[in-house]
Nanobody, 123 residues
Framework: QVQLVESGGGLVQAGGSLRLSCAAS????????MGWYRQAPGKQRELVAD????????YADSVKGRFTISRGDNAKNTVYLQMNSLKPEDTAVYYC????????????????WGQGTQVTVSS
């Protein structure tokens, strides 16, 4: 079984910072892209940022210059999201996502999701 476990959410004042972490574990052959999505109440889930196994990153316009996504140096099964200059509109449940090829499978990438972590930014 493959699972993604997130940590690092919480309550912060506007202008503050938080760092989210997500670790993939289980029977994994390889991991392609990893990323973060978020879903605010009453809104659709949206991409925040993602990063390829080669380190190429992509950001939503709303977070460019404030958020930074990275993969672990030694543990490529880990992805981080450093969130600075947080705004109340960043309040949402943040979900980790990864395209993973499970070991002993047909070697087709599958999408996996974490359970979500709440980020609340107060004004």
């Amino acid at each position: 079984q493959v699972q993604l476990v997130e940590s690092g959410g919480g309550l912060v004042q506007a202008g503050g910072s938080l760092r989210l972490s997500c670790a993939a574990s289980g029977s994994i052959f390889s991991i392609n892209a990893m990323g973060w999505y978020r879903q605010a109440p009453g809104k659709q889930r949206e991409l925040v940022a993602d990063i390829t196994s080669g380190g190429r990153s992509n950001y939503a316009d709303s977070v460019k210059g404030r958020f930074t996504i990275s993969r672990g140096d030694n543990a490529k099964n880990t992805v981080y999201l450093q969130m600075n200059s947080l705004k109340p509109e960043d309040t949402a449940v943040y979900y980790c996502h990864a395209d993973i090829i499970p070991r002993y499978s047909d070697y087709i990438p599958r999408a996996y999701w974490g359970q979500g972590t709440q980020v609340t930014v107060s004004s």
